[in-house]
C-alpha cells in the first residue's frame, strides 16, 4: 500500500487524500495534459521526479495520480526513472510504456521529458547511495473504476481512475 501521493492534476475542494495517506505526504502538482498548455514542461518534470526521489529516499511507496494513467502519469514515471538510473529518458519511457500498455504520452510531454534530460542528469550525479536501491523500483499500474455515493473520504481516490505505483 502507498503511503505518499504525487497528484499530477488539478483536484477539486471536496477531494481529500487517500486513507492512511498524510497531508504532508501528499504532493500537488499541475501538468496540463494538453499539447502547448504547460509554460515549462521540463522543469514540472524534473519537479516532479525530484519529488517522487526524495519521498523513495524517506523509504516511501509512492502513487503517481492522474486522469488515466496515459500520458502524465507514464511520463512522470519515466523521468524518475532516467532520474535513478541516469539513463537517456527514452529509454526509461520504453520500460514505463513496457509495463504500462495503456500509457500514450503526449508528444508535447516526451519533448519536455527529453529536453528535461540534463536537468535529470545532473540531478542523478548528485543523488545520494539510495540511488542503487530506489533503481530497482519496480512500476505496477492499478485500475480504479469510480464509485457511486463515495464518502468525502474516499472521493479523492474515487476520481482516479488509475494509478501508477512506485515501490521498491
Known amino acids: 500500500m502507498a503511503d505518499a501521493v504525487v497528484s499530477l492534476c488539478r483536484l477539486g475542494a471536496a477531494q481529500t487524500t487517500v486513507d492512511g495517506i498524510a497531508p504532508a505526504d501528499t504532493v500537488e502538482l499541475w501538468l496540463v495534459d494538453a499539447d502547448g498548455s504547460n509554460l515549462d514542461v521540463?522543469?514540472?518534470?524534473?519537479?516532479?521526479?525530484s519529488v517522487v526521489a526524495d519521498l523513495r529516499r524517506e523509504g516511501k511507496t509512492v502513487l503517481l495520480h492522474c486522469v488515466h494513467a496515459q500520458s502524465r502519469t507514464s511520463t512522470v514515471a519515466a523521468a524518475y526513472g532516467a532520474l535513478v538510473t541516469g539513463d537517456d529518458p527514452a529509454a526509461?519511457?520504453?520500460?514505463?510504456?513496457?509495463?504500462?500498455?495503456?500509457?500514450?504520452?503526449?508528444?508535447?510531454?516526451?519533448?519536455?521529458?527529453?529536453?528535461?534530460?540534463?536537468?535529470?542528469?545532473?540531478?542523478?550525479?548528485?543523488?545520494?547511495?539510495?540511488?542503487?536501491?530506489?533503481?530497482?523500483?519496480?512500476?505496477?499500474?492499478?485500475?480504479?473504476?469510480?464509485?457511486?455515493?463515495?464518502?468525502?473520504?474516499?472521493?479523492?481516490?474515487?476520481?482516479?481512475?488509475?494509478?501508477?505505483?512506485?515501490?521498491?
Not at 521540463?42 to 521526479?49: D, S, T
Open 92 to 168: 526509461a519511457l520504453a520500460r514505463v510504456v513496457a509495463v504500462l500498455p495503456s500509457a500514450w504520452p503526449r508528444a508535447s510531454l516526451v519533448a519536455g521529458l527529453d529536453a528535461a534530460s540534463d536537468r535529470l542528469r545532473s540531478e542523478t550525479a548528485s543523488a545520494s547511495a539510495t540511488t542503487d536501491q530506489a533503481s530497482a523500483s519496480v512500476c505496477r499500474w492499478a485500475k480504479r473504476s469510480s464509485r457511486k455515493n463515495a464518502s468525502p473520504r474516499s472521493a479523492w481516490a474515487s476520481t482516479a481512475s488509475s494509478i501508477l505505483s512506485v515501490r521498491q
Open 42 to 49: 521540463p522543469g514540472v518534470l524534473a519537479a516532479a521526479a
